[in-house]
């Protein structure tokens, strides 16, 4: 049985982390599976939007402790879940998580590495490593301190503290919140329109607002400018412009 369980949906292709005994703990096979079908979506210029989701009752409970524990320094070096996380900076294609229970440690840290996080009211997330004697691995402690400021993901991930999905939005984690029967439509309603968009002007302001993350603001300034002009350069970009002169809706192919 697969431990991540991949779906098109019209535009969108919805991943849904499999092994509900373990209440979806990222073994090796989840961190493998999933890679592979993100990159090959990435590659499918059919596919304009990834959801990645869990259950109703877990997201995620983090890195499979089972795994980590008979692994020494050299068996981490050489774990997918070390090669898994760049593989997963490396796709262009927006990611959304659909977070509907616990999202804690590598799950937590999962649903950071996507775009957008869209979460059920009866979400939770946290980063509980430091009670098992590590810390996140995944992202965790710089995602968190960039996204909440650096006290807040401090009290986070030196407590272990789990916070509510109201928390989470308060804080600014998490896009929306939904009810608790909603949130994987929210989800996949989210990404349908988003698959809607031009695709390279998608994927060229995914980058460019990744790119705030990583450098000064002069310099993700001059990015940007430089990702704009290339969206400029594309026939999608006339015929938006030529459509919106002409009132009528567009049609975007992708070039
Ligand atoms: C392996 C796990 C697991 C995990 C749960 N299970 N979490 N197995 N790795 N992370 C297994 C349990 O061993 C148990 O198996 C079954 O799932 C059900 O778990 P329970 O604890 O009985 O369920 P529940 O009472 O509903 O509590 C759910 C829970 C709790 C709050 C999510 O399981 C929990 O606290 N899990 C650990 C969370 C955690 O510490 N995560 C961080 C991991 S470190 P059996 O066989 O007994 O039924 C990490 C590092 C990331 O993520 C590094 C970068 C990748």
């Known amino acids: 049985m697969s431990t991540v369980l991949t779906e098109i949906r019209g535009p969108v292709g919805l991943a849904t982390l499999n092994r509900p005994d373990a209440r979806n703990a990222l073994s090796p096979e989840v961190f493998k599976e999933l890679a592979t079908a993100l990159e090959a979506w990435d590659g499918d210029p ?7 989701a869990g259950g109703d ?16 320094f050299q068996d981490m070096l050489d774990s997918p879940s070390t090669g898994f996380w760049p593989r997963m900076a490396a796709v262009r294609t927006p990611l959304i998580a659909a977070v509907s229970g616990y999202a804690l440690g590598g799950g937590c840290e999962l649903a950071l590495a996507c775009d957008m996080i869209v979460a059920s009211e009866r979400a939770e997330f946290g980063q509980p490593e430091i009670l098992l004697g590590i810390i996140p691995g995944g992202g965790g402690t710089q995602r968190l301190a960039r996204l909440l400021g650096k006290q807040r993901a401090m009290e986070l991930v030196l407590t272990g503290r789990r916070i509510t999905a109201l928390e989470a ?3 600014g984690l998490v896009n929306r919140v939904t009810k608790a029967r909603d949130w994987l439509k929210e989800s996949l309603d989210l990404a349908e329109v988003i698959a809607r968009r031009p695709p390279l002007a998608v994927r060229l302001a995914k ?11 002069a310099g993700g300034l001059s990015q940007e400018r430089r990702l704009f002009e290339l969206a400029m350069a594309t026939e999608d970009r006339v015929e938006g412009m030529q459509a919106f002169i002409e009132k009528r809706k567009p049609e975007f192919r992708g070039r």
Not at 46 to 52: A, F, S, T
Not at 57 to 72: K, V
């Open 46 to 52: 059919e596919v304009r939007c990834i959801v990645i």
């Open 57 to 72: 009752e877990w997201f995620a409970a983090g890195a499979d402790i089972r795994d980590m524990a008979s692994r020494g």
């Open 169 to 171: 939005e308060a804080m």
């Open 207 to 217: 980058q460019a607002v990744l790119a705030a993350d990583e450098t000064t603001l």
